[in-house]
């Protein structure tokens, strides 16, 4: 579920970060990211995460192209406006910007992408309130914002609510833990954990298999039949309220991604990978 809102979101989503060819024009990169998104769509990761900033609104384009082919209220579109872009009618253009490249009446999900301390975070909530009152985006986000931030953004909208922040948050970086993620958990914020796999990281680390953490991560994903990336994606959304977005342009990837959810860790093997990570 998103926030309080009883809308059905996909716990595992995907990441656009990276995608494509970026701003220099690459056919095949552009041909694979696209392929990726439908088959993700496929295989139920319908909750597809993007932003202004990547690729310079390349990926916004890509997933724009991709989705085609699908019912729009199929796809759940999450993108963010850059932080530079926080000024109450910068908000209002980039969105329109946004919504050209991704080719649609509407965005899901709209975060700011960072905090911006010099500008207030009132006007930028009053704009994106008129954006949701307008019906361009349908639920307002944050992304790298702490409890009190989000806090803060809460307490400047008039009807709307924060429904999400997006942070990092994986087997390697727990910070989230401390006090942001017992807010959100305590209010109904969804927390949409990005990087889950350490960019990678996760997979060099279980390559190499020497560390005691990876044998661990290892021995309880064969104990469950799954992948020990599998393992780590569904410790990631262990908890009610927290959804991931694993990034990944190949197939097998993606399909071994999408087996990540629909089954829980049990509560003993959670704690003992929580502690050997920790
Ligand atoms: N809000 C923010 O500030 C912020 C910051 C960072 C990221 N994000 C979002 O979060 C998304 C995910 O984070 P991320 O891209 O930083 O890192 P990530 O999802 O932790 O890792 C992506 C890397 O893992 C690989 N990978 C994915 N699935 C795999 C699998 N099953 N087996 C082996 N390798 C696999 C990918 O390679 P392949 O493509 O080759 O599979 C890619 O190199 C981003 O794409 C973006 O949408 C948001």
């Not at 919504?99 to 700011?112: G, N, V």
């Not at 639920?139 to 922040?165: K, M, P, Q, T």
């Not at 889950?196 to 953490?213: A, C, N, T």
Request: charge should be negative.
């Amino acid at each position: 579920m998103l926030g309080r809102t009883g809308e059905k979101i996909a716990a595992i989503g995907l990441g656009t970060w990276g995608i494509g060819g970026g701003m220099m024009p690459n056919y095949s990169a552009d041909k694979q990211a696209i392929e990726a998104i439908r088959h993700a769509v496929k295989l139920g990761m319908n909750h597809i995460d993007t932003a202004e900033i990547y690729g310079g609104g390349h990926a916004e384009e890509l997933v724009g192209e991709a989705i085609k082919e699908f019912a729009r209220d199929d796809i759940f579109i999450a993108s963010k406006v850059w932080h530079t872009n926080l000024r109450y009618d910068d908000v209002l253009r980039a969105c329109e910007r946004s919504l050209k490249r991704l080719q649609t009446s509407y965005i899901d999900l709209c975060y700011i992408h960072w905090p911006n301390p010099s500008i207030p975070l009132s006007e930028t909530m009053r704009a994106l309130e008129r954006l949701y009152d307008e019906g361009k985006i349908r639920y307002i986000g944050v992304s790298n914002f702490s409890a009190s931030l989000v806090e803060e953004a809460r307490s400047c909208l008039s009807h709307a609510d924060i429904v999400a922040d997006q942070v990092e948050y994986s087997l390697y970086e727990r910070s989230i833990e401390r006090d942001l993620m017992p807010y959100c958990l305590r209010e109904g914020i969804t927390i949409v954990a990005y990087s889950p796999l350490g960019q990678g990281k996760l997979v060099r680390e279980l390559h190499d298999g020497r560390s005691r953490r990876a044998r661990i991560l290892m021995e309880i994903a064969k104990r469950y039949s799954k992948t020990p990336i599998q393992v780590a994606l569904n410790w990631v959304i262990w908890h009610e309220h927290v959804i991931t977005i694993p990034k990944s342009i190949r197939r097998e990837h993606l399909e071994e991604n999408a087996e990540a959810a629909g089954w829980k860790l049990d509560e003993k093997d959670y704690k003992l990978l929580a502690e050997a990570w920790g």
